[in-house]
């Protein structure tokens, strides 16, 4: 699944950015869109191991790496997965000979390879802001201005390519399979914490015979909360040993993420016969859902998949239940750009992903919520998880 050509596209329209808004070069820091302009599958976390990749507007783009990334860089490299080629290694530990630079070095470092490619003066732009490495420029490269560029690489990672989109669609049929093998596993007496690790074991069982090398693999399954404690949008302490009682709903989550990038797929259980209450709830939770999914199409606003959700939720009196947003972007991210759904007026296009997961959370009775991982489409929406939603399907029997 490794596509060189994808990043070389991606680093043409980095380029095509920076001339239209006059910047000499751009410098990515944050982990995530690392991965996204250089293939490179970060080891280390750049908090405490700090990374950059210097894009400049000509000429081939340079990484420095911590010295923990030196194998692990190899091996990429040697696999095809990654393809900058001119990388400064800088280290965390005192060595007798040969010595380089360490880790407090970094912001010099960054100022040296942006002389190295020729970026002494003009404006660059920062992915994020870090105040050490722009302190450090100020002083050595009095003539270079800094500049927030983090649109660029927002705007970018907002509309999938088709490399994105496969694997992304590849995740959310596991993402599927696991949800089915939620529905076999679910039993009253089992525990929250058992049925959540058996159905990850599963999932990834199925992953990797799927997908047997070269293709990084995560699995996560459980659930948000079970009876009662459902009403918590995020659960309370969990996973834990909350055994599953005949009553309860169950808001069973399963996210699935194949080369970093995710498919969330959520669904609300029932155990045992669903109650009048039940069933007002879960319908009206249900129908939400699909009139937000309605809103998923080109030309449509991201606001507009909030206000019909909430709608249905409002009309049927449930306004007051409402404590959690109907969605967000999702990619290499699993919760990425954009995080403001109901005041977020920008016209979608083509390709660009999100979730879809109103919410009604009942105090003392349970949550009921369904997400789905949903492309923008043309004309429709194209719902990449498919795992029904109807009452019979999501009724264990008990």
């Not at 039993?187 to 914490?193: C, D, K």
């Not at 009309?315 to 404590?323: C, N």
């Not at 403001?340 to 007026?345: P, T």
Request: glycine share 8%; proline share 4%; with cysteine.
């Amino acid at each position: 699944m490794y596509n060189l050509d994808v990043y070389k596209r991606r680093m043409n329209r980095i380029r095509e950015f920076l001339s239209k808004s006059e910047l000499s070069a751009l410098v990515v820091f944050d982990s995530l869109n690392t991965i996204y302009v250089s293939g490179f599958f970060l080891d280390v976390e750049p908090w405490e191991r700090p990374v950059a990749t210097v894009i400049p507007i000509d000429g081939e783009p340079s990484m420095i790496l911590n010295e923990l990334s030196f194998n692990h860089y190899r091996y990429g490299l040697e696999k095809g997965a990654h393809w900058i080629k001119d990388v400064v290694f800088y280290d965390e530990h005192p060595r007798l000979t040969g010595r380089r630079y360490y880790t407090k070095d970094f912001p010099f470092l960054v100022c040296r390879m942006l002389e190295d490619k020729g970026v002494v003066k003009g404006s660059i732009g920062f992915d994020v802001d870090n105040s050490a490495v722009k302190s450090f420029i100020k002083m050595h490269l009095p003539r270079v201005e800094v500049y927030d560029a983090s649109w660029i690489l927002r705007e970018m990672r907002l509309v999938k390519d088709e490399y994105e989109l496969d694997l992304m669609r590849k995740a959310a049929e596991l993402a599927d399979y696991g949800l089915e093998k939620m529905r076999e596993t679910i039993e009253v007496g089992l525990s929250n914490v058992e049925i959540g690790h058996k159905v990850a074991y599963e999932i990834a069982k199925e992953a990797a015979k799927r997908y047997p090398s070269d293709v990084s693999i995560e699995v996560s399954a459980g659930f948000t909360g079970t009876g009662p404690e459902g009403a918590m949008p995020h659960g309370w302490r969990m996973p834990n040993g909350r055994r599953i009682q005949k009553g309860d709903t169950l808001l069973a989550v399963v996210g699935v993420r194949l080369n970093c990038y995710w498919a969330e797929d959520e669904r609300t259980f029932i155990v045992g016969k669903p109650s009048e209450k039940h069933v007002k709830f879960f319908e009206v939770a249900t129908k939400a859902q699909e009139c937000g999914i309605s809103m998923c199409v080109a030309g449509r606003r991201v606001s507009d998949i909030d206000a019909a959700a909430l709608k249905v939720i409002e009309d049927a009196g449930f306004g007051d239940y409402v404590f959690h947003r109907t969605g967000h972007g999702i990619g290499l991210g699993g919760h990425e750009y954009w995080h403001d759904m109901a005041f977020n007026h920008r016209i979608m296009k083509p390709n660009m992903v999100t979730t879809v997961e109103p919410m009604i959370c009942v105090y003392g009775f349970g949550g009921f919520r369904h997400s789905d991982t949903v492309v923008i489409g043309e004309d429709k929406p194209i719902v990449l998880t498919k795992f029904p939603k109807s009452l019979e399907a999501l009724t264990i029997p008990a």
